[in-house]
Structures are given as structure tokens and as C-alpha cells.
């Protein structure tokens, strides 16, 4: 039952985006002041990132764009007085300010209640060793492991416990400081890395599980002790690679029923025993042949997991756990999705939700592009699909133009270039592996072992790679068309395989009765219709039920966070959405981002879970009879897809293609502003390469390279010589 002397609530804001902590925390803090605010508490909202949909005067009912800072907290506490503040949806950020407030007996002195899960369970779940001794005291299997504070004793735990090791600092996130000790050489360096990291100083070192798996649990919580398990998620890449670098599978799709009934068990014991409330994030590590696991950590707060949880799902945990926060339990609350039966009913699904990362590698392709315990990602897409295969290959080209699986270009690759991108894996581990598979360079079998991924997934890759093979070689015959477009290709890349034209694909499907179909995410695997107007494609089957509707307007979201395409783009694309409701317009959000505030179901009329790619968007406004599209709001992303989008006679609202090309088109715009006789520097738009040269010849060096339709600098470089320039070229010319 809520908590009736709670009635103006702080919440603690996850402050600038960054790697490990990035939109999936305004999503989480936009949720839960919504929430709040249903059950009419006053909400006070402290954050610094004025780029959030949070920090919106429409969200909370006080906004304060301050410094995430103790000193900032008390101002807050003493001119407003809250009666109590929800701190463990603002990420790391918010939870170790939390911790710092309670430990200067900053909430005591005002009053303030920690609402949620306490500080003590808290520090029990976040603290490595007080945690090592609760999952002891839990009878929860713990790797070999010690809490560290200095080198020394990082090295009397070296000397009992073989080679590698794994260093994991208190307190931080996205795998900051983690890193694998595999010499005893590098061991001083890599464990005073760990405790500079650390805010307290403070490391877990511990025996490293090389070739396990990692599974995670999303569990919630209410006051009561009544607990559900929202999702499993399975780990595609083994452990080593940080679960934000590594592709995510919903639900797990390789553990036995006996395996995930054990692996369910332990997370919700681990949930009573930390005595969470609310959200809680639990990782494990499985052997090999699941028949044992370790837990890895536990995050006691919303988490990256936690949104892609809810995406996947349709749950909506940040929601639950700030009304969980102020008292409410589980069991009074109806079910978040289909609106019947209680919250405590776990969601059900029957189809299969794919995470990627995306990785920043484009803007800094020096950089070591290697995936380790460390996370590197700065976003990522999810795609949802009757397969598993579909919902992978619809994700890989969520990602960015020019990215697809299989990937054409690296047909051209060297097969040891290939091998290097798997043996110790980079960011095209899955693209490389795949055309390995393709040039029957080595078996399923064997690229298992050599991974440690598990067979199912190489094998759903060699089934793709298949599908595309047939269809190059074979042509449009013997159910070649079908297997690709259920192995999830889209219509452009089945004719372009094929050799032939786009009508003849569709023709060839709608012959077969392989029809692109609708489903509504309800949570219950399509037991009784939601209404929660949250669509993804899957092929092969046919639409769930809906009211058919005409001329709403679709808004093109952002896609992955990325380097100088943050947070921002969505708040634009959330304004533009509140904007066509208001004005009684059916609004319909396109977007692939489980992180953002725009891929929440109750935000539009209508959001598809869909590729912001030409095939899938076009199906999606014919589908809804949309009378145009908005482009201008989701960054480069939309901007582009609105020009395809344009190609194909579809109406763009507000900038129309001629616009947006005069602006983003160097030459274009060159001579725009030479037409306005704005002065400019001395430049010339190209083509080729041949005609660079020539160019550089007549205006003399250094020149600066500049690429049309990009963002935050991607491929933009000073070059000093023509030599040079020839370096760069081809990197601006892929961009464009």
C-alpha cells in the first residue's frame, strides 16, 4: 500500500552521457516521474544533462539542472524538503551519490527517507566484498574471489589461484577499470588501474571463467518480498566480453528448461536476501555444460539491462520500481501491459528480441577496436522477430548505412584478416565469422570451440549466410526467396542477391504466402489482446488484429546512440510526437533504441520497434496509411532515411528533400552561400578521388576533407599531402 506521508519525492538523475551509462537512464528517470506523479507525489528532479526528455518542465514538477553533488543534494534538501528520494534509477551516478549522502548523514538531517532499496543493501550488493559474503551466507556459488585495497593483496590472491584473473572495481560502471589478468607480469599495473577507478578505492580480484557463458536475470522486487523474474537474457559472445559490447538474446534461447528453472531460483534468493525493492539486475556465469553457475555480480538498481528488459518485454520496470519505492507492492498493481490480472504475472513472449552494440570505431577508426571486459559501445539497436536469425539480421542493419549481415565487403578480406576479428574479437566478430562460414573456411563445430560461442548461434549464422549463398547462385528458385526473407533480409537485398527487381520479390513472397505480418507486444505471447499499439514485423506470419487507421504522421527516431548523436535527438522526436497528439493527430514513432524515452509504448499512438531502413519504413506508412513523414528530428539517421524515404514519393513534413539536401550537400550549400555572397573558405566538391588530386594541385595543401550528410566530424580530416589525402579519401567517401 503506498506510502500516504510520502508526498513530494527528489529523484536523483544519472547526469552526462557516457560509455556504460547512457539513454536507458532519462528513460528510466522520465518513467519514474511519470509514475510518481500518477500517484500524486510532487517530484523534484536533480540533473546536469540539459539534453534529457527528464529535465523537460513537462516531466517533473521542479527541475533542477545542477551539479549530481553532495553539496548540491543538501541546497536541494534545505530549500525544498522532500520527504523521501528514489535514487537507484539514475544509474551509477545516482546510487554512489546516494551512498555519499548517507554517509555524511545527509538524508537523516533533512528528513529525507531513502526510498526503494536501502543504503545497506545497497553497499551489500555494490560493496565486492560485503557481497562475496552475502552470496556465502545465501549458499549462492561465488567465483574464487578477494576484496582488495592495495597491490599486495591482489598478489597473495595471485599466488593461490592460477592464471587468468579478472580485476572488477567497487562502485563503477560499464566494466570501468575491469581488465583480465593473464601474466603475472602485468599484474601491478592492471590492479593499481582497478583501484584508481574505484571511488572508494576498492577492487574484487577473482578467478576468470574463460569459455563460461553469461546469463542475466531481470528481477523486480516489491516491499512486500513478492518478486518476479521479467526476462532471461543470454549472452551470444562468452564471458570475457562485457555484456554492453556483447550481442543479447531474449529470452535465452540455449539453456534447458532444468538450466533456466535453476539460474531463475537462485536470482529471485539473491533478490530476498539483498532485500531488494524494485529493480535488480543479476548476472551469471554458466559452465559450458550447464551444469554449474556462478553469480557475478548483482546491480540493485535500473540498469542498461533493465531497459532493454523493458523493451523487450513491454514491462515497464523503472514505472514499477519507483511505485515500489513509495510502498506499493506487486500484487495491488494491475498488470503494466494487458492492463488485466496483477504486476506479479511474468511476461511471456513468443517471439525473439535481439540486442547489438554500436560501437564509436567509425569516428575513431585508430582506436583498439578489440572487445574485452571493458565496455566500448556507445549505444545499441533491438530488433524484434520470429527468430532468431530475423530478429539478428534486421538488428545488424538497424545499426548504420552500409551495415548488414552477411557483410559484402569483407568478401574481399584476406581469411587470416577474417580469423584476427575472431580469435580475439572485435566489434566484426560476427560479420567476420560469418563470411568465414560462407567460404567454407572452417565447420560450425570447429568455430564453436574456437569461440566458445555456442553452437545454436553459429549454427542460425551459417543459416543465413546459406540463405543469401542459394540465392546468388541458384536464383529465385526452390523456396530461396522465402528462406531469405525468413532468415530475416530485407526486400532490397533479396532482389540485389537474386537479380531481380524489388516487384518480383514481393510477387514471389505474396505467391508463397510469405507475408510480412504485425504482432503486438502484450507479454502474454498473444493470450488476450494489450492494446499497447507496440508493433514489430515478423515474416512468415500473419498480422495480429488492429484498428485499421489513415493519415497519422510518423516520426523518424535516431537510432543507437553514438558519437555527437545522443539524447537529444530523442527529446526532439518525443516534443514532435506530444505535438501531433495534442493536436488530435495519430502519432506513430519509428525507432530502434531500447534505451530512449521514444521507444516507450505509451509516448505514441503507434511505435514500431522496425529498422530505420527504406524497406522497413515503407512498409510501416503503408501499413498505417501515414500522410508524411517528420525527418528533421532524429539527427543525420532520420535525415537520411527521409531522403530515401522521399525517392520513393513519400511526403517529408516540415524540411522537405530539396532543403535538407541545399543544407547537408557540401557543394550545394558552397555555392548557396555564394549565391548569398557569405564569405567562405576557398573550396570545391568531388566526386572521385581523380578529381581530389587535381584539386588539391590547384589550391595547395593542407586541406580539409569534408564528407556530406555526417555528423560530429565522422571521416573529417586535415591532410598535408596528396599522399595523405589518398589515405583519407576512401573513409569519406564510405561515410557519405
Not at 551469471?284 to 528488459?309: H, M, Q, T
Not at 520496470?317 to 506487486?330: D, P, Q, T, V
Request: hydrophobic residues 40%; charged residues 25%.
Amino acid at each position: 500500500m503506498k506510502d500516504n506521508s510520502i508526498k513530494r519525492v527528489l529523484v536523483l538523475g544519472s547526469g552526462p552521457i557516457r560509455i556504460g551509462q547512457a539513454a536507458e537512464f532519462d528513460y528510466a528517470g522520465s518513467q519514474a516521474c511519470r509514475a510518481l506523479k500518477e500517484e500524486d507525489c510532487e517530484v523534484i528532479l536533480l540533473n546536469s544533462n540539459p539534453a534529457t526528455i527528464q529535465t523537460d518542465l513537462t516531466v517533473a514538477d521542479i527541475v533542477c539542472i545542477k551539479p549530481l553533488l553532495p553539496e548540491v543534494v543538501e541546497e536541494v534538501l534545505k530549500e525544498y524538503r522532500p520527504d523521501g528520494v528514489v535514487a537507484t534509477l539514475g544509474g551509477q551516478t545516482g546510487l554512489n551519490l546516494c551512498m555519499e549522502c548517507e554517509k555524511r548523514g545527509t538524508w537523516k538531517k533533512y528528513g529525507c527517507k531513502v526510498l526503494g532499496t536501502q543504503p545497506e543493501a545497497i553497499e551489500r550488493a555494490e560493496g565486492r566484498e560485503p557481497f562475496r559474503k552475502a552470496m556465502i551466507d545465501a549458499k549462492q556459488p561465488i567465483i574464487a574471489s578477494r576484496g582488495i585495497s592495495s597491490v599486495a593483496g591482489a598478489q597473495e590472491f595471485a599466488i593461490l589461484t592460477p592464471l587468468p584473473l579478472i580485476l572488477r572495481p567497487d562502485f563503477t560502471l560499464g566494466g570501468s577499470g575491469n581488465s583480465v589478468v593473464r601474466n603475472i607480469e602485468d599484474l601491478v599495473v592492471r590492479v593499481e588501474d582497478a583501484l584508481t577507478a574505484s571511488p572508494v578505492g576498492k577492487a574484487l580480484i577473482e578467478r576468470y571463467l574463460e569459455g563460461w557463458h553469461e546469463i542475466e536475470v531481470e528481477v523486480v522486487r516489491d516491499n512486500l518480498g513478492n518478486a518476479l523474474a521479467v526476462c532471461s537474457m543470454e549472452n551470444v559472445d562468452p564471458m570475457g566480453v562485457h555484456t554492453g559490447d556483447s550481442i543479447v538474446v531474449s529470452p535465452a534461447l540455449t539453456l534447458t528448461d532444468s538450466e533456466w528453472q535453476m539460474l531463475r531460483t537462485a536470482a529471485l534468493n539473491i533478490v530476498d536476501v539483498l532485500e531488494i525493492r524494485g529493480a535488480c539486475n543479476v548476472q551469471f556465469a554458466l559452465s559450458p555444460d550447464g551444469k554449474e553457475y556462478y553469480v557475478i555480480e548483482v546491480n540493485p538498481r535500473a540498469s542498461r539491462s533493465s531497459a532493454l528488459a523493458s523493451k523487450a518485454t513491454g514491462y515497464p520496470i523503472a514505472r514499477m520500481a519507483a511505485k515500489i519505492a513509495i510502498g506499493m507492492n506487486l500484487t495491488e498493481m494491475a498488470n503494466p501491459v494487458t492492463g488485466a490480472g496483477s504486476a506479479l504475472s511474468e511476461p511471456a513472449l513468443d517471439y525473439v528480441a535481439v540486442k547489438v552494440p554500436s560501437w564509436p570505431f567509425d569516428t575513431f577508426p585508430q582506436a583498439d577496436s578489440s572487445l574485452g571486459p571493458r565496455m566500448k559501445a556507445t549505444g545499441e539497436v533491438l530488433a524484434l522477430g520470429a527468430s532468431f536469425a530475423q530478429a539478428l539480421v534486421k538488428a545488424c542493419r538497424s545499426l548504420e548505412r552500409g551495415r548488414y549481415l552477411p557483410d559484402r565487403r569483407m568478401r574481399s578480406w584476406e581469411t587470416r584478416k577474417l580469423w584476427e576479428q575472431v580469435t580475439a574479437p572485435t566489434y566484426l566478430r560476427l560479420e567476420a565469422i560469418t563470411e568465414l562460414l560462407r567460404r567454407s573456411s572452417v565447420t560450425v563445430e570447429e568455430m564453436s570451440r574456437r569461440t566458445h560461442i555456442r553452437r545454436y548461434f553459429i549454427e542460425q549464422l551459417n543459416r543465413i549466410q546459406l540463405a543469401e549463398k542459394y540465392l546468388e547462385e541458384d536464383g529465385p528458385v526452390n523456396g530461396n526467396v522465402v528462406s531469405a526473407r525468413l532468415n530475416g533480409m530485407s526486400i532490397s537485398r533479396i532482389s540485389s542477391s537474386a537479380g531481380i527487381s524489388k516487384e518480383a520479390t514481393l510477387k514471389i513472397l505474396e505467391e508463397e504466402n510469405c507475408c510480412t505480418g504485425y504482432r503486438e507486444v502484450d507479454g502474454c505471447a498473444g493470450e488476450f489482446p494489450s492494446g499497447s499499439g507496440y508493433y514489430y514485423a515478423a515474416y512468415g506470419v500473419r498480422s495480429d488484429p488492429w484498428d485499421e487507421s489513415e493519415g497519422g504522421v510518423a516520426v523518424l527516431g535516431s537510432g543507437a546512440i553514438r558519437i555527437a548523436q545522443g539524447v537529444e535527438f530523442d527529446y526532439c522526436c518525443v516534443k514532435a510526437v506530444e505535438a501531433l497528439r495534442r493536436r488530435g493527430i495519430r502519432a506513430i514513432m519509428m525507432n530502434v533504441n531500447p534505451e530512449t524515452v521514444s521507444t516507450d509504448h505509451d509516448i505514441s499512438d503507434a511505435l514500431y520497434l522496425e529498422p530505420l531502413y527504406v524497406d522497413d519504413a515503407l512498409a510501416v506508412l503503408e501499413r498505417e496509411k501515414a500522410r508524411g513523414v517528420f525527418a528533421c528530428f532524429g539527427g543525420q539517421t532520420s535525415l537520411r532515411l527521409g531522403l530515401d524515404l522521399a525517392s520513393q514519393g513519400i511526403s517529408l513534413l516540415g524540411p522537405d528533400q530539396n532543403i535538407i539536401d541545399a543544407a547537408e550537400d557540401r557543394g550545394k550549400f558552397s555555392r548557396l552561400l555564394k549565391k548569398l555572397k557569405i564569405s567562405q573558405p576557398e573550396g570545391v566538391d568531388v566526386a572521385s578521388i581523380e578529381e581530389a588530386c587535381k584539386v588539391g594541385l590547384e589550391l595547395g595543401y593542407p586541406l580539409m576533407i569534408r564528407p556530406s550528410f555526417v555528423i560530429g566530424g565522422v571521416a573529417m580530416k586535415t591532410v598535408y599531402s596528396e599522399e595523405e589525402m589518398l589515405e583519407v579519401l576512401s573513409e569519406a567517401f564510405e561515410a557519405v
